[in-house]
T-cell receptor, first 110, second 114 residues
Framework: DAKTTQPPSMDCAEGRAANLPCNHS???????VYWYRQIHSQGPQYIIH?????ETNEMASLIITEDRKSSTLILPHATLRDTAVYYC???????????WGAGTKLIIKP | NAGVTQTPKFRVLKTGQSMTLLCAQD?????MYWYRQDPGMGLRLIHY???????AKGEVPDGYNVSRLKKQNFLLGLESAAPSQTSVYFC?????????????FGSGTRLTVV
């Protein structure tokens, strides 16, 4: 089973910040949190990852709580092209596996 | 730089037929993976490889075989296709497993078994 919990769907207005939550209460100390997205059945696309500190890149920001039990992906100015399924994943070192849940379907509305 | 290339992109098979899906990466990545994705579901790992000449089973390996004869190629074989193998298949590669290295995915192969 996936080690993460995400809401099945969310809406966001175009131009606003999209905040996607993820719970990973059983995360271990050396496990990273990855975010990917999948646009209309294309191959998943890497967005960002983090361990303890907040991270930011040209696509998004990742906020990880101090206890590391949850995180939030922030798309600062959502566009229609950001409509996709967003996956929050906790990597599992020992099995070389990314455990994928069902993700959050984010719909950006004009 | 093509990244990860999958061939074919679409295929229809009859039950019992065999086929091979090819994945090629030009990033000199050590690790390669084959996933399947059923409608409305996340990806499930079929097989993976941590280097040339090595393969290992993932979460759903039954009915599939793989080979990694060259570092840049990872082949997925279906010896006797079944309707339950109708799915979208994604190949991925990564420089190293886990840690700070992300995974690069191909565009997928849509397989229908009738």
């Amino acid at each position: 089973d996936a080690k993460t919990t995400q809401p099945p769907s969310m809406d966001c207005a175009e131009g606003r910040a999209a905040n996607l939550p993820c719970n990973h209460s059983t995360i271990s100390g050396n496990e990273y949190v990855y975010w990917y997205r999948q646009i209309h059945s294309q191959g998943p696309q890497y967005i960002i990852h983090g361990l303890k500190n907040n991270e930011t890149n040209e696509m998004a920001s990742l906020i990880i709580t101090e206890d590391r039990k949850s995180s939030t992906l922030i798309l600062p100015h959502a566009t229609l092209r950001d409509t996709a399924v967003y996956y929050c994943i906790v990597d599992m070192d020992s099995n070389y596996q990314l455990i994928w849940g069902a993700g959050t379907k984010l719909i950006i509305k004009p | 730089n093509a990244g990860v290339t999958q061939t074919p992109k679409f295929r229809v098979l009859k039950t019992g037929q065999s086929m091979t899906l090819l994945c090629a990466q030009d990033m000199n990545h050590e690790y390669m993976y084959w996933y399947r994705q059923d409608p409305g579901m996340g990806l499930r790992l079929i097989h993976y490889s941590v280097g040339e000449g090595t393969t290992a089973k993932g979460e759903v390996p039954d009915g599939y075989n793989v080979s990694r004869l060259k570092k840049q190629n990872f082949l997925l074989g279906l010896e006797s296709a079944a309707p339950s193998q109708t799915s979208v298949y994604f190949c991925a590669s990564s420089l190293r497993v886990s840690g700070i290295y992300g995974y690069t995915f191909g565009s997928g192969t849509r397989l229908t078994v009738v």
